[in-house]
Antibody
Framework: QLQLQESGPGLVKPSETLSLTCTVS??????????WGWIRQPPGKGLEWVGS???????FYDPSLKSRTTIYVDTSKNQFSLRLSSVTAVDSAVYYC????????????WGQGTLVTVSS | DIQMTQSPSTLSASVGDRVTITCRTS??????LAWYQQKPGKAPRILIY???NLESGVPSRFSGSGSGTEFTLTISSLQPDDFATYYC???????????FGQGTKVEIK
């Protein structure tokens, strides 16, 4: 059974860098059939795609976040990670990691999500 | 950029009602549209992919239709477990980006 688990600090100071890791179990992150993505949801608001990565390292980012976002994979650990720099309060959200099949363009497996609050 | 509008934002309905949620895009997206259900404190759950394909394990009362710029999610007979928020999601194959609709909260009438 595929499982994704987010981990990282729950509190980040303004102007610093948010760093999260998604650990994948039950499937190989090196599969050629999937992208691996990050989606966030501010409290009480809707879903926002942040970006995705392929096992080879190819990345795709939301244009509004692209200048501050880095997503990368560590195939040896079966993990992928998100770094979001220069954060402000508007970056406070539940961050989900998810798998999405290349052929079908939707997110089929999700982590449980982790709340990150940006505050001094 | 392709704009996506989901409506209504809130919907009040009773058990047994037929419910329809719409997602419209500013340009044709062919069939690249998915629908999710989200309950409070939980991750979204895929219901429909590629406009009309029912994900395995999803009850058959859920259905999706549409192509081009207008898509609908229909719940044929609303059940107590269906009160939740629903999102559409689009994939832009030209820009390689994904986008979610604003969400529709289905409430008990």
């Amino acid at each position: 059974q595929l499982q994704l688990q987010e981990s990282g600090p729950g509190l980040v100071k303004p102007s610093e860098t948010l760093s999260l890791t998604c650990t994948v179990s039950g499937d190989s992150i090196s599969s050629t059939d999937y992208y691996w993505g990050w989606i966030r949801q501010p409290p009480g608001k809707g879903l926002e795609w942040v970006g995705s990565v392929y096992y080879s390292g190819n990345t795709f980012y939301d244009p509004s976040l692209k200048s501050r976002t880095t997503i990368y994979v560590d195939t040896s650990k079966n993990q992928f990670s998100l770094r979001l720099s220069s954060v402000t309060a508007v970056d406070s959200a539940v961050y989900y990691c998810a798998r999405h099949p290349i052929s079908w363009a939707y997110f089929d497996y999700w982590g449980q999500g982790t709340l990150v609050t940006v505050s001094s | 950029d392709i704009q996506m509008t989901q409506s209504p934002s809130t919907l009040s309905a009773s058990v047994g009602d037929r419910v329809t949620i719409t997602c419209r895009t500013s340009q044709s997206i062919n069939y690249w549209l998915a629908w999710y259900q989200q309950k409070p404190g939980k991750a979204p759950r895929i219901l429909i992919y590629k406009a009309s394909n029912l994900e395995s394990g999803v009850p058959s009362r859920f259905s999706g239709s549409g192509s081009g710029t207008e898509f609908t999610l229909t719940i044929s007979s609303l059940q107590p477990d269906d009160f939740a928020t629903y999102y559409c999601q689009h994939y832009n194959s030209y820009t390689l980006t994904w986008m979610f609709g604003q969400g529709t909260k289905v409430e008990i009438k």
